[in-house]
């Protein structure tokens, strides 16, 4: 793999997954910030050659469904590059999770992935009671795996996670406070860190100069505890707290998203 496709992974991944001293563990909460209908859109830039280029589009939607007479909110990401990039490395993401409308507990997740021509199809369904989800995988030759992961009670995948995050209460969270949150990917638990970095006013492309919420995110918490995280997200600091600018530092660059549209808001 090349430097350049590599960029265009850790893009992706740094996108939809998108904190110091004291430490405050994740709990169930209740849904305030968003309803289905609820469609946010960003463009996605590649810092390069000293300039910022946009190469994708990146649509948040929420939608309000109904699975066997059980309420859900059904959460999805797509990512997929400008047509212009698409003879250099097309990429056409789609994760999907399927959750609780109060809790945001993941019921079901789904990931299909088309990037420069590797796939990866996935499906975990979470059972809550026995504490595992079972993880199926398609491969590009058409075989298919089944493996069972052991999960924690406020086990995440990488869509809901950051549903959860906005709803959480920084307007009582004290500053460099640090959330740790347990997500599923590539069948096996990771551990981010989500930490509050106070409020910050930032010009927001549709939405002119507003009040943010600024967090913090890494992987490895020996980065955030030495004030070395450089990937982070902007929330409004509002009841909606929606990201309107992320960004990330990757091993040959940086890259950014910016919200464009946003529409359907429950506050």
Partial sequence: MNIKTNSCRIFVFSVLCLISS???????ITNTAFQG???????????????WTDIAEVTLEVSSVNSQGTALLNLKGTAKTFA????YFKIRDSYQSWVTP????????????????????SKYVFKRKSKVAVCKTKRKDGSESV???????????????????????????ALNKVVPLTILIDNKLETIYIKYLGTETIKADILGS????????????????????TNN???????NKIPVYMKAEIPVGSIQLRLTEASGLKN
């Fill in 22 to 28: 004291h430490f405050v563990e994740a709990q169930k």
């Fill in 37 to 51: 209908g609820e469609k946010l859109r960003y463009t996605g830039s590649y810092y390069m050659s000293s300039v």
């Fill in 84 to 87: 212009s990039w698409d003879t």
């Fill in 102 to 121: 109060v809790t945001v507990e993941p019921l079901i997740f789904k990931r299909d992935m088309y990037e420069g021509g590797y796939t990866n199809d």
């Fill in 147 to 173: 493996d069972e992961v052991s999960i924690k009670d406020n086990t995440l995948d990488v869509v809901s996670v950051l549903y959860y995050v906005r709803n959480l209460n920084f307007e009582q969270m």
């Fill in 210 to 229: 507003t009040k943010c919420h600024k967090l913090g995110v890494s992987l490895k918490n020996e980065n955030i505890m030495k004030n070395k995280s």
């Fill in 233 to 239: 997200i902007w929330l409004t600091a509002d009841k």
